[in-house]
């Protein structure tokens, strides 16, 4: 039964919107309700509008704690994001591409993604800028270097806990895996890997950053049926995005420097004949 409540001072009202939000978790009207309620006077607002203010601004603002605690959970070495990319610096990576994939309909079908090429040349920012936009997306995304994971699943295994760690992995929707190719792992720990790309065929998305193309995979993964197992895991029905080789810290480092130096004063080396890398075409590439 209602009780209703007539009278009411607006000192005692303020105080009863505040007991009442604490008892709802509703922070975000009890810490502004007073400031829409005095815009609400100010635009006469209706009953239902003002109501539909407060309640959507609580909304918005669960929905922002949410995708918070989502990047917060993936640990993410650092903040990236797409808004931040400088897409005129490498002329391999297409902006469309890259914006169709932060709508995350490849994360919603279990589909995997493969970015490759040198360092320098963006595959970890675009590995974790998509992951957050994943996150933000509201999926439970985690993010790993490739020899951290390895390294885990060895401890796990001898510690008799393999399998509660494969499907703690194994529940994320987007797993992140950095730098795979930099060092080589052992067979023991590419087995286990393996197993953990098995778990998620098909069913939950992994994304990869790779400075080694497919056929280089071999000094990572030393039996060569392994390799090209997992290739075959991390490829099948997925985006290869290739990044290419000139490396944008390189040129943004030989840009700081030719800046620094004073007119007159240089080494004597024009910085038009710097050695620059070797450039590979690249783009996008799908495997069915």
């Given at each position: 039964?209602?009780?209703?409540?007539?009278?009411?001072?607006?000192?005692?009202?303020?105080?009863?919107?505040?007991?009442?939000c604490r008892m709802?978790?509703?922070?975000?009207?009890?810490?502004?309700?007073?400031?829409?309620?005095?815009?609400?006077?100010?635009?006469?607002?209706?009953y239902r509008g003002?109501?539909?203010?407060?309640?959507?601004?609580?909304?918005?603002?669960?929905?922002?704690?949410?995708?918070?605690?989502?990047?917060?959970?993936?640990?993410?070495?650092?903040?990236?994001?797409?808004?931040?990319?400088?897409?005129?610096?490498?002329?391999?990576?297409?902006?469309?591409?890259?914006?169709?994939?932060?709508?995350?309909?490849?994360?919603?079908?279990?589909?995997?993604?493969?970015?490759?090429?040198?360092?320098?040349?963006?595959?970890?920012?675009?590995?974790?800028?998509?992951?957050?936009?994943?996150?933000?997306?509201?999926?439970?995304?985690?993010?790993?270097?490739a020899t951290q994971?390895?390294?885990?699943?060895?401890?796990?295994?001898?510690?008799?806990?393999?399998?509660?760690?494969?499907?703690?992995?194994?529940?994320?929707?987007?797993?992140?895996?950095?730098?795979?190719?930099?060092?080589?792992?052992?067979?023991?720990?590419?087995?286990?890997?393996?197993?953990?790309?098995?778990?998620?065929?098909?069913?939950?998305?992994?994304?990869?950053?790779?400075?080694?193309?497919?056929?280089?995979?071999?000094?990572?993964?030393?039996?060569?049926?392994?390799?090209?197992?997992?290739?075959?895991?991390?490829?099948?029905?997925?985006?290869?995005?290739?990044?290419?080789?000139?490396?944008?810290?390189?040129?943004?480092?030989?840009?700081?420097?030719?800046?620094?130096?004073?007119?007159?004063?240089?080494?004597?080396?024009?910085?038009?004949?710097?050695?620059?890398?070797?450039?590979?075409?690249?783009?996008?590439?799908?495997?069915?």
């Amino acid at each position: 039964m209602t009780t209703k409540r007539r009278g009411m001072t607006e000192e005692a009202a303020d105080a009863a919107i505040d007991q009442a939000c604490r008892m709802l978790r509703m922070p975000t009207i009890r810490n502004s309700f007073t400031d829409y309620a005095d815009r609400a006077g100010r635009e006469q607002m209706s009953y239902r509008g003002f109501l539909a203010e407060l309640l959507l601004a609580e909304c918005d603002d669960r929905a922002r704690r949410r995708s918070e605690r989502r990047i917060k959970a993936a640990k993410f070495p650092r903040e990236k994001s797409l808004r931040v990319f400088d897409f005129d610096a490498n002329p391999n990576i297409d902006p469309a591409v890259i914006h169709t994939l932060a709508k995350c309909e490849w994360v919603q079908k279990g589909q995997p993604l493969c970015l490759i090429g040198d360092s320098g040349t963006g595959k970890s920012h675009l590995l974790i800028a998509l992951g957050t936009e994943a996150a933000m997306a509201g999926y439970r995304v985690k993010y790993t270097l490739a020899t951290q994971l390895a390294n885990e699943l060895v401890e796990a295994a001898d510690e008799m806990t393999l399998a509660k760690t494969i499907a703690r992995y194994g529940r994320v929707d987007l797993l992140c895996i950095d730098e795979l190719g930099y060092m080589q792992l052992d067979r023991r720990g590419a087995e286990l890997l393996f197993q953990v790309l098995t778990e998620r065929e098909e069913k939950a998305s992994v994304a990869i950053a790779s400075n080694e193309s497919f056929g280089g995979w071999t000094k990572t993964f030393t039996d060569p049926r392994l390799c090209a197992a997992i290739v075959d895991r991390l490829t099948f029905g997925g985006t290869i995005l290739e990044t290419g080789t000139d490396s944008y810290r390189l040129a943004q480092s030989h840009k700081a420097a030719d800046n620094l130096t004073p007119v007159g004063r240089g080494s004597g080396v024009d910085a038009n004949q710097h050695p620059r890398h070797r450039h590979v075409p690249g783009g996008v590439r799908t495997r069915q």
